[in-house]
């Protein structure tokens, strides 16, 4: 399914977070959630939220889903901005907070975007799947060396957490990307 014709879907969809659609496009490292995100972001005129802005270091995926609903959700349910503290990934530390205004349609991507906690505020839950090498080979091509030494690290963060939150079941939508 490409960008134009899911956000033709999200278009119809009914805010579920104060005033917003909240989109939430989840899956593990390497399955495409970027890309698509940043296509729908796009497509939309949405605000993109990116869980790579939220995730504080290599062991803070439980951490980051929690921050997403205190620090973008929740506020944006109340009708104010909501913040990040993004992470600088060279230097191992947390940045100053950045605020983030949504518009009516609001694209969350990244590891931890579906879980649980966010359901109440989601529109809609995607979940995005290929096959481990796949996924593998597209992370590294994209963040390099840095990712490498922490894969196998983060592997093991994403599947407690997809095991415990059942994301993938509780997905509307999957789609397949390799």
Not at 13 to 18: D, F, Q
Not at 40 to 47: F, K, M, P, V, Y
Not at 82 to 99: F, H, I, L, T, Y
Not at 155 to 170: G, S
Request: proline letters at 4%.
């Amino acid at each position: 399914m490409d960008a134009a014709t899911l956000a033709g879907h999200i278009r119809k969809l009914k805010p579920r977070c104060g005033g917003h659609i909240v989109v939430a496009i989840d899956g593990a490292a390497g399955s495409g959630k970027t890309t698509l995100g940043r296509g729908l972001a796009g497509e939309l005129e949405a605000t993109l939220v990116q869980m790579e802005s939220i995730y504080p270091g290599w062991d803070g995926l439980d951490e980051a889903a929690i921050r997403l609903v205190r620090a973008v959700l929740e506020p944006f349910a109340r009708g104010e901005d909501g913040s990040v503290r993004p992470w600088d990934w060279e230097q191992s530390c947390e940045g100053e907070p950045v605020a983030v205004s949504p518009t009516s349609i609001v694209i969350v991507e990244g590891v931890g975007s579906g879980t649980a906690a966010a359901a109440p505020f989601l529109s809609l839950l995607v979940w995005l799947e290929a096959n481990a090498a796949v996924r593998r080979r597209r992370a590294i091509a994209r963040d390099g060396d840095m990712f490498a030494p922490h894969w196998e690290r983060w592997a093991a963060q994403e599947d407690a957490l997809f095991a415990r939150e059942q994301t993938r079941e509780r997905a509307e939508l999957i789609i397949q990307t390799d």
